[in-house]
Protein backbone atom coordinates (compact mmCIF):
# COMPACT_ATOMS: atom_id res chain seq x y z
CA UNK A 1 0.00 0.00 0.00
CA UNK A 2 0.95 3.67 -0.46
CA UNK A 3 1.85 5.39 2.82
CA UNK A 4 -1.72 6.72 3.25
CA UNK A 5 -3.13 3.38 2.67
CA UNK A 6 -3.81 2.56 -0.83
CA UNK A 7 -4.01 0.08 -2.46
CA UNK A 8 -4.55 1.36 -6.06
CA UNK A 9 -5.53 4.82 -7.39
CA UNK A 10 -8.62 5.98 -9.07
CA UNK A 11 -6.73 5.52 -12.85
CA UNK A 12 -7.45 2.87 -15.28
CA UNK A 13 -4.67 1.50 -15.51
CA UNK A 14 -3.14 -0.53 -12.06
CA UNK A 15 -1.02 1.21 -10.01
CA UNK A 16 2.40 0.10 -9.54
CA UNK A 17 3.32 -0.49 -5.80
CA UNK A 18 5.81 -3.03 -5.98
CA UNK A 19 10.00 -2.31 -6.33
CA UNK A 20 12.13 -5.13 -8.29
CA UNK A 21 12.78 -6.56 -4.94
CA UNK A 22 9.96 -6.54 -3.82
CA UNK A 23 8.16 -8.80 -6.74
CA UNK A 24 11.17 -11.27 -6.17
CA UNK A 25 10.12 -11.34 -2.40
CA UNK A 26 6.10 -11.68 -3.61
CA UNK A 27 7.52 -14.18 -5.89
CA UNK A 28 9.53 -16.23 -2.74
CA UNK A 29 6.54 -16.26 -0.78
CA UNK A 30 3.60 -17.27 -3.61
CA UNK A 31 6.49 -19.85 -3.98
CA UNK A 32 6.13 -21.47 -0.10
CA UNK A 33 1.86 -21.73 -1.07
CA UNK A 34 -0.36 -24.02 -2.70
CA UNK A 35 -3.00 -21.53 -3.38
CA UNK A 36 -3.46 -17.91 -4.18
CA UNK A 37 -7.12 -16.08 -3.75
CA UNK A 38 -8.44 -12.73 -5.20
CA UNK A 39 -11.49 -10.98 -5.23
CA UNK A 40 -13.16 -11.00 -8.88
CA UNK A 41 -13.38 -7.34 -8.61
CA UNK A 42 -9.53 -7.55 -8.74
CA UNK A 43 -9.63 -9.95 -11.43
CA UNK A 44 -12.03 -7.50 -13.46
CA UNK A 45 -9.69 -4.26 -12.51
CA UNK A 46 -6.20 -5.36 -12.89
CA UNK A 47 -6.73 -8.53 -14.89
CA UNK A 48 -3.93 -10.55 -12.69
CA UNK A 49 -2.09 -13.82 -14.21
CA UNK A 50 -0.85 -14.94 -10.49
CA UNK A 51 1.82 -16.67 -12.01
CA UNK A 52 4.78 -16.98 -9.83
CA UNK A 53 7.58 -15.05 -11.51
CA UNK A 54 11.01 -17.02 -11.34
CA UNK A 55 12.06 -20.08 -13.65
CA UNK A 56 13.97 -20.86 -10.47
CA UNK A 57 10.74 -21.00 -8.63
CA UNK A 58 8.03 -22.92 -11.36
CA UNK A 59 5.57 -23.82 -8.39
CA UNK A 60 2.11 -23.68 -9.90
CA UNK A 61 -0.52 -22.13 -7.39
CA UNK A 62 -4.26 -23.25 -7.66
CA UNK A 63 -5.30 -20.09 -8.69
CA UNK A 64 -8.99 -19.52 -6.17
CA UNK A 65 -11.43 -16.16 -6.63
CA UNK A 66 -15.12 -15.72 -4.86
CA UNK A 67 -17.87 -14.02 -6.51
CA UNK A 68 -21.17 -13.12 -5.11
CA UNK A 69 -22.20 -11.34 -7.92
CA UNK A 70 -21.45 -14.03 -10.79
CA UNK A 71 -19.87 -11.31 -12.98
CA UNK A 72 -16.68 -12.85 -14.19
CA UNK A 73 -14.97 -12.85 -17.93
CA UNK A 74 -13.49 -16.43 -19.19
CA UNK A 75 -10.99 -14.59 -21.06
CA UNK A 76 -9.41 -13.10 -18.12
CA UNK A 77 -5.81 -13.41 -17.46
CA UNK A 78 -6.23 -15.72 -14.70
CA UNK A 79 -8.28 -17.97 -16.94
CA UNK A 80 -6.37 -18.18 -19.41
CA UNK A 81 -2.85 -18.05 -18.10
CA UNK A 82 -1.26 -21.06 -16.58
CA UNK A 83 -2.27 -24.80 -17.37
CA UNK A 84 -2.73 -24.69 -13.04
CA UNK A 85 -6.31 -25.46 -11.43
CA UNK A 86 -8.76 -23.01 -11.44
CA UNK A 87 -11.84 -22.32 -8.49
CA UNK A 88 -14.79 -20.33 -8.41
CA UNK A 89 -16.48 -19.73 -5.14
CA UNK A 90 -19.80 -18.55 -5.27
CA UNK A 91 -23.44 -18.31 -3.46
CA UNK A 92 -26.39 -20.64 -4.60
CA UNK A 93 -28.15 -18.30 -6.90
CA UNK A 94 -25.13 -17.78 -9.35
CA UNK A 95 -23.90 -21.71 -9.58
CA UNK A 96 -25.58 -22.98 -11.91
CA UNK A 97 -25.27 -20.26 -14.20
CA UNK A 98 -20.99 -20.47 -13.36
CA UNK A 99 -21.15 -23.59 -13.98
CA UNK A 100 -22.43 -23.86 -17.25
CA UNK A 101 -20.18 -21.06 -18.61
CA UNK A 102 -16.75 -22.33 -16.51
CA UNK A 103 -16.92 -25.91 -16.75
CA UNK A 104 -14.17 -26.54 -19.01
CA UNK A 105 -11.98 -23.87 -17.14
CA UNK A 106 -12.65 -23.67 -13.32
CA UNK A 107 -14.35 -25.77 -10.60
CA UNK A 108 -17.17 -23.76 -9.36
CA UNK A 109 -18.36 -24.46 -5.98
CA UNK A 110 -21.11 -23.62 -4.05
CA UNK A 111 -20.14 -21.74 -0.48
CA UNK A 112 -23.33 -19.83 0.45
CA UNK A 113 -26.61 -19.05 0.39
CA UNK A 114 -26.93 -15.01 -0.15
CA UNK A 115 -22.83 -14.64 0.48
CA UNK A 116 -19.76 -16.38 0.49
CA UNK A 117 -18.95 -18.48 4.01
CA UNK A 118 -15.71 -18.28 4.06
CA UNK A 119 -15.50 -20.98 7.10
CA UNK A 120 -17.28 -23.53 4.04
CA UNK A 121 -14.57 -21.75 1.67
CA UNK A 122 -11.32 -22.79 3.78
CA UNK A 123 -12.93 -26.23 4.44
CA UNK A 124 -13.24 -26.82 0.87
CA UNK A 125 -9.94 -25.82 0.22
CA UNK A 126 -8.59 -27.89 2.93
CA UNK A 127 -10.22 -31.22 1.20
CA UNK A 128 -8.30 -30.58 -1.56
CA UNK A 129 -5.25 -30.60 -0.10
CA UNK A 130 -4.31 -26.71 0.36
CA UNK A 131 -2.89 -26.19 3.46
CA UNK A 132 -1.35 -22.41 2.78
CA UNK A 133 -3.05 -20.24 1.10
CA UNK A 134 -1.63 -16.49 0.17
CA UNK A 135 -4.51 -14.05 -0.14
CA UNK A 136 -3.58 -10.86 -2.15
CA UNK A 137 -7.05 -8.98 -2.33
CA UNK A 138 -8.91 -6.53 -2.96
CA UNK A 139 -10.01 -4.83 0.04
CA UNK A 140 -13.53 -6.14 -0.13
CA UNK A 141 -11.57 -9.82 0.01
CA UNK A 142 -9.14 -8.64 2.82
CA UNK A 143 -11.49 -7.16 4.60
CA UNK A 144 -13.61 -9.77 5.10
CA UNK A 145 -11.02 -12.42 5.75
CA UNK A 146 -9.65 -9.86 8.07
CA UNK A 147 -13.18 -9.40 9.97
CA UNK A 148 -13.11 -13.06 10.48
CA UNK A 149 -10.24 -13.33 12.19
CA UNK A 150 -8.77 -16.34 9.69
CA UNK A 151 -5.55 -14.64 9.06
CA UNK A 152 -1.93 -16.28 10.24
CA UNK A 153 0.44 -13.95 8.93
CA UNK A 154 -0.19 -10.31 7.15
CA UNK A 155 2.19 -9.00 5.16
CA UNK A 156 2.54 -5.27 4.61
CA UNK A 157 4.23 -3.86 1.72
CA UNK A 158 4.93 0.21 1.93
CA UNK A 159 5.74 1.82 -0.64
CA UNK A 160 7.30 5.42 -0.19
CA UNK A 161 4.85 7.77 -1.95
CA UNK A 162 1.47 8.91 -1.10
CA UNK A 163 -1.77 8.30 -3.53
CA UNK A 164 -3.82 10.97 -1.93
CA UNK A 165 -7.42 10.33 -3.62
CA UNK A 166 -10.53 10.35 -1.47
CA UNK A 167 -12.36 7.36 -3.22
CA UNK A 168 -9.37 4.78 -4.05
CA UNK A 169 -9.58 1.41 -2.75
CA UNK A 170 -7.67 1.35 0.31
CA UNK A 171 -5.69 -1.59 1.67
CA UNK A 172 -9.14 -2.69 3.94
CA UNK A 173 -12.69 -1.27 4.08
CA UNK A 174 -14.71 0.13 7.14
CA UNK A 175 -14.90 -3.06 9.52
CA UNK A 176 -15.14 -4.82 13.10
CA UNK A 177 -12.04 -6.35 13.09
CA UNK A 178 -11.18 -8.77 16.37
CA UNK A 179 -7.45 -7.08 16.51
CA UNK A 180 -7.15 -3.39 18.31
CA UNK A 181 -5.97 -1.29 20.83
CA UNK A 182 -6.43 -3.56 23.65
CA UNK A 183 -5.68 -6.93 21.19
CA UNK A 184 -2.88 -6.36 19.09
CA UNK A 185 -1.30 -8.13 15.89
CA UNK A 186 2.77 -9.13 16.69
CA UNK A 187 5.05 -7.51 15.10
CA UNK A 188 7.29 -10.57 13.59
CA UNK A 189 9.69 -8.46 11.34
CA UNK A 190 10.26 -5.34 9.76
CA UNK A 191 12.31 -4.66 6.07
CA UNK A 192 13.78 -2.17 3.76
CA UNK A 193 13.65 -3.10 0.23
CA UNK A 194 15.30 0.03 -0.95
CA UNK A 195 12.02 2.38 -0.51
CA UNK A 196 9.87 0.36 0.12
CA UNK A 197 9.11 -1.08 4.26
CA UNK A 198 7.91 -4.58 4.41
CA UNK A 199 5.96 -5.74 7.75
CA UNK A 200 5.13 -8.76 8.80
CA UNK A 201 2.51 -9.67 11.42
CA UNK A 202 1.45 -12.47 13.31
CA UNK A 203 -2.04 -13.25 15.37
Not at 55 to 64: C, D, F, Q, T
Not at 97 to 123: P, W, Y
Not at 158 to 185: E, M, S
Request: hydrophobic residues 40%.
Amino acid sequence: MSLDGFIDDRSTTRLSLSNNKDFDRVATLRATCDAILVGANTIRRDNPKLMIKSKARPKKLIKVTMTSSGILDSSSSFFTTGDTEKIIYTTSSHEELLTARFSSIAKVVNAGQEIIDLHLLLNDLYSRGIRRLIIEGGSSVLTQFLEKGMVNEMHIAIAGFFVGQKDAPKFVQPGNFPWNAKRRLRLNSVAKLDDMAILTYNA
